[in-house]
């Protein structure tokens, strides 16, 4: 297994992390917040939205949940039946424990070789929780290698698994040497490379972009016929592995979730800490599949410690995704029996957005996305209130006006479903056509006559103004409006029309 030592260059997505400092605070970015941009074609507004979705839906999915939860107890029964105290277990790994961390890559899931050849990375004396280690004094440490692809994973017959230990600094990780100490090693292994969906066919090219449909596999004509879609192996060159600095006190069966699924207890009710593989960074744009022709793979592996909090982050951030797959059915397992193995079609605008815009005027514009949600519902809350309380009496109001903003309304919703649009804005327009909708039935007598149904099956409906609109003069004045708004208004639309075609 060939390395090349020396750190390089981290990606910008693992870069675009916050440096730790020195008091095991998360601090911002030195190199500076970049220009705003809209992240993946979609505006502030829209990213805001589907930020402010995910967390009330986070809300709702965790009370749903949890339920009505008994008081944490504090006391426990001893062996001989006396009540005693309740404590908690301790970090097994102290501040400052000096440590050594192996990594190795190999094709089996679980790897207990442990030999020189597929030992990619070695770092020894790394302090736990010390945010002022490596080159850089930022408690980091990046490692860059090159992988030799073997021939079952370039045919999707395997995968590449990277398998890290920490242990105490001077122990070994092979539970056959003298010096292994299981009592202070943490093992984890992770899948590098994950399955993406990836269409066959012949290759089509947009004319007016010249942009290609990727990933795609061509099939040529003449060839035997593919199905419509493969998983295909892909490859991202960066990986963050994390250890949680978090000295709490827990007890087994007692965490909060998701903690609890992560804490890794010893007989004494002490706990291990947090070993986590960070990809959320990892765009999916950036995978590069893996075939016959990739020869080797380019590998960027980096350390530092992860403060408690932010780790809860990421980890609720995944479940958020997880849950989202599963209520839009495109929950996909891989072969290891998880979705994490699956790169999904999610889209990638609120990491691009965090990536690339000003932090302030991100959060300057969430605020304000949601002081205009609010506006935008008491608007509703007034139109409702406003043509409930009307009655009978329609002086004054058009009701040519409302069947043209059903119209538009309509057309609107028809197109944001065609646009993949995010969730929240679907929502108001769809609640905003429903009250146009109920205000037909205001404005106008609506009646179904059974007795005279076409063609013997199907009742009519009859419409007719109401009395109030038929003796005023606004229905004159109304009529003589979109009489001439008529003259502009239908030659724009077949103008564009035409134009569109």
């Known amino acids: 297994m060939a390395t090349a030592g020396g750190a390089q260059e981290v990606a910008r997505q693992n870069a675009a992390l916050p440096v730790p400092n020195a008091a095991g605070n998360d601090a ?42 008994a008081p944490t107890p504090t006391t426990t029964t001893g062996p001989d039946g006396a009540v005693v105290p309740l404590v908690g277990g301790q970090n ?130 003449g060839d035997e016929p593919a199905p419509p879609s493969v998983m295909m192996s892909h490859w991202h060159p960066n990986l963050t592995i994390n250890l949680v600095d978090d000295r709490t006190s827990w007890t087994k069966g007692r965490a909060p979730s998701p903690l609890s699924e992560y804490l890794e207890f010893n007989a004494a009710g002490d706990y291990f800490p ?19 022709t990739t020869k080797t793979l380019n590998l960027t592996l980096s350390y530092y ?59 300057l514009t969430i605020v304000i996305s949601l002081c205009h949600t609010v506006f935008e519902f008491m608007a509703f809350k007034n139109d409702i209130q406003f043509w409930k309380n009307k009655g009978e009496d329609l002086e004054g109001l058009s009701v040519r006006s409302v069947f043209l903003n059903v119209v538009q309304s309509v057309i609107v919703l028809l197109y944001v479903m065609d646009n993949d649009t995010n969730p929240m804005v679907r929502l108001s327009i769809g609640v905003g056509l429903a009250i146009e909708i109920w205000k037909v039935k205001k404005v106008m007598n609506i009646n179904v006559d059974w007795n005279n149904k076409i063609f013997g099956l199907v009742p009519r409906v009859r419409i007719e103004d109401k009395k109030s609109y038929v003796e005023s003069s606004t229905r004159v004045y109304d009529k003589l409006a979109f009489k001439y708004l008529s003259w502009v208004l239908f030659p724009l639309i077949l103008a564009y029309g035409a134009y569109s075609l």
């Open 274 to 292: 947090i070993l986590y593989f960070n990809d959320y960074w990892n765009l999916n744009k950036d995978y590069m599949p893996i075939n016959e």
């Open 28 to 69: 911002a970015d030195p190199a500076g917040a970049p220009p705003p941009a809209a992240a993946g074609g979609r505006s502030y507004w829209d990213i805001a939205k589907m930020l402010a979705s995910r967390a009330v839906f986070m809300y709702f999915i965790s009370q749903f949940l949890s339920g009505r939860k």
């Open 305 to 363: 410690p992860l403060s408690l909090f932010r780790w809860q982050l990421y980890v609720s951030q995944s479940m958020s995704n997880k849950w989202s797959k599963m209520l839009n059915g495109d929950f996909l397992q891989g072969d290891g029996g998880t979705d994490s193995n699956v790169i999904t079609d999610d889209n990638d605008s609120i990491k691009e957005a965090l990536l690339d815009t000003n932090p302030i005027l991100l959060g």
């Open 92 to 221: 097994i790994f102290g501040q400052f424990m000096p440590m050594d961390m192996y990594v190795y890559v190999s094709e089996k899931p679980k790897y207990y070789k442990l030999d020189e050849d597929h030992l990619v990375w070695k770092e020894k004396e790394i302090r736990y929780g010390d945010w002022t280690g490596g080159e850089n004094s930022d408690g980091a440490y990046t490692h860059s290698t090159t992988l030799p692809v073997p021939e079952a994973v370039q045919k999707n017959a395997s995968n590449l698994y990277l398998h890290v230990y920490f242990v105490r600094s001077g122990a070994s990780p092979k539970p056959t040497d003298t010096n292994y100490n299981p009592a202070f090693t943490i093992q984890k292994s992770f899948q590098l490379n994950k399955m993406k969906k990836v269409l066959t066919g012949q290759r089509k090219q947009n004319l007016l972009t010249g942009e290609t449909a990727l990933p795609f596999i061509e099939v040529k004509e």
